[in-house]
């Protein structure tokens, strides 16, 4: 029996706890979190992590929330490569880029997800259901986006301003990489594995087009790396795969002329 931790197979911050308990050799065991069924929103999950929110990982009988937290409490926790530069400025530059991935990348996620993936699935189920899906979120900002996103896609106001994020931090990680392999300097660390679920979600809705050429670099030699196999890969649920990526493919023209537009 591994250590718990309830994740959900295509949550961004989810991927981010996997990677770094199967880069350091941890056995876990899985609790999953359906999402779309609302189960984060359960009261005896609310308990353990009280945003309604995935990853939440239990050791030695403790509760960590927070994903970028999580990953350095591994590392910290137990035995195995490190997953930190021994240099102290790369290890600052290392924490730098996890917490650019928490305020620049991440509260976009859910708005380019949801604007153009699960909203399909979302806006098959009554008003009802869909209004009760919405009140559930805590956060009542995060509650009108999530109806605006779901409600009118790619067309909601949120969206362009979440797609620059991500075009914004794409362009920043193609600098990043000019003289180095991974983000952190040269050798692979908790700043690749904070920003690559990001770079999964882009390519699983069709649009590694933003990608440039040392990302799509960087990806290839990640997917390359054995924990990809298990704690990525091997979580994918075809249909939502599909899902994504055909969505992604329908609203492509658009979005490629709102990145035209972003890019200048």
């Avoid at 718990?4 to 999953?32: I, W």
């Avoid at 591994?74 to 917490?99: C, N, T, W």
């Avoid at 956060?139 to 991500?166: M, Q, Y």
Wanted: charged fraction near 25%; hydrophobic fraction near 40%.
């Amino acid at each position: 029996m591994g250590v718990p931790l309830y994740h959900n197979a295509a949550s961004t911050c989810s991927v981010k706890a996997r990677l770094a308990l199967v880069e350091k050799g941890v056995e876990f065991e899985s609790q999953h979190v359906d999402l779309l069924k609302g189960e984060q929103h359960d009261p005896e999950y609310v308990k353990l992590n009280p945003n309604h929110v995935v990853p939440t990982l239990i050791h030695d009988g403790k509760v960590m929330i927070e994903s970028s937290l999580i990953i350095q409490y591994v590392d910290e926790a137990f035995s195995g490569p490190s997953l930190v530069p021994e240099d102290p400025y790369l290890r600052h530059q290392m924490r730098l880029g996890l917490k650019k991935v928490d305020e620049k990348l991440q509260p976009f996620a859910g708005i380019v997800t949801y604007a153009i993936g699960p909203r399909t699935i979302l806006m098959q189920k009554s008003e009802a259901e869909r209004e009760a899906a919405y009140q559930a979120i805590p956060d009542p900002k995060k509650r009108v986006i999530r109806r605006s996103v779901v409600e009118n896609g790619i067309k909601a106001p949120e969206f362009r301003g979440a797609l620059e994020g991500f075009v914004n931090y794409v362009d920043f990680m193609e600098q990043e990489l000019k003289s180095n392999p991974w983000l952190a300097g040269a050798e692979f660390s908790l700043a690749d594995i904070g920003a690559v679920p990001y770079i999964i979600r882009l390519n699983d809705l069709a649009m590694a087009p933003i990608f440039g050429p040392r990302v799509q670099d960087w990806f290839d030699r990640f997917q390359a790396r054995p924990s990809f196999e298990t704690a990525v890969t091997k979580w994918v649920t075809p249909p939502l795969l599909q899902l994504l990526n055909t969505n992604g493919k329908e609203v492509w023209a658009d979005v490629e002329k709102l990145v035209a537009e972003i890019r200048g």
